[in-house]
């Protein structure tokens, strides 16, 4: 059944005895990724289920310039978007009509392709008279390390999604599974049945690299921030430096696996400090490069990595000390190389914190991240605007 509501205000379908549900659908569109989910929970139980997950990824287009073309992914974004949207539909076996609120990235990214995805989001929530939810993308991102926590179980079978892959796909879909529940009580504080614990969140993908204190859903503080390249960045630009493939992060963890982590001394930038520099570590493979003959990419490979997650984990770590929290999280593509989890993983067990890391096919770039942050924004009573502008430069807060 399906209960009037006032326009804009969330409408909730009945299901079963003191519960609702509500369904989600977001469009993620910052970058070189168009991806669309559809998101549904129950008011009074833990966790969501992720009813339709699609990715469509851009990285054949973009490959051959080394990097991302904001004109060719924003065009790109037109196409894909449609397409998905109807997938996304019919893998969830839901009706438009059936969504109950609209959610798009509305920022940081790049103009032209964060309009799409909010302008489809827009034109759906005026179209249907449902709520919009303008959601950052960074927000996205550091939520998704508890994405399903105390959720239903994970479907068995499934796979992570591969970080290269030329054509629409679909990125994941959960079997539906039966609900656990909470007793037989009503319960009415519905973001305590998603706890985000306090904890020091590492942000590293392509664009950004941050530590944020999160406090809470909404109630963020930045640590620090990258001055110059993001560690993703980095990662791409020496990559490109040794002639390998767009996106470099994968590539250069690839030949890492069987490389010495400590034939090559590079620099780790801004130990003192809370932001971090990775323009330098690449400025140092540029000039070392011409002085190496033989077999060296592999070394060359582990060396610059290891550089990399030396600082993103000693910060971290020093990080969660100063900010009295017992948990650091790490989100973004980034956090898709095992190296980071392994030894960020060991030093939080070493130095007594818990560690949570968003599972791989949840790190690169993907809808279901929006549709999750929108979800624990729609139960702190958060809509917004559909006069509400994108904005590249959109702040965490
Ligand atoms: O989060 P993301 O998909 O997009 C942005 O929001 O920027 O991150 C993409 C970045 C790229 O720079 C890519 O090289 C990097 O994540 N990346 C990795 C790995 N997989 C993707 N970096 C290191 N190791 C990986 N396995
Ligand atoms: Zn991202």
Redesign the pocket.
Known sequence: MCLPGPAGAPVFHRFGYNSFVQTILAIET??D?TAVAILRYRTGHPGSELLASEVASQIAEHEKYGGVVPEVASRNHLVHAPHLLERATRTAKIDMVEVDAFAATSGPGLASSLMIGASIAKGLSIGFAKPYLAIN?LEG?LLSPFFFEDGPPRPSGQTAVP?VDLQPRQARRSESVPWRTRGSSAVTDETSLFPIRPNVSLVV????TMSIFVRGVGDYQIIGHTVDDAA??A??KVAKLLGLAY????E??KRAHDGDPARFDFPRSMLDSDNFSFSGLKTAVRYLLPKLKGDYLADLCASFQQAVVDVLVRKSIAAAKRYGVDLVTVS???S??QELRRQMSDACAREGFAFKSAEPWL???NAAMIAFAAMLRLKTGFASRVAEEIDPNLALG
Do not use: M, Y
């Not at 993908?205 to 950004?208: A, N, V």
């Open positions: 910052s970058c990724e993308h991102h970080a993908s392509g664009g950004h993703g960045e990662f791409d996106p470099g992060g994968p250069i963890e973004g593509g980034v898709r190389n790190c690169t770039d």
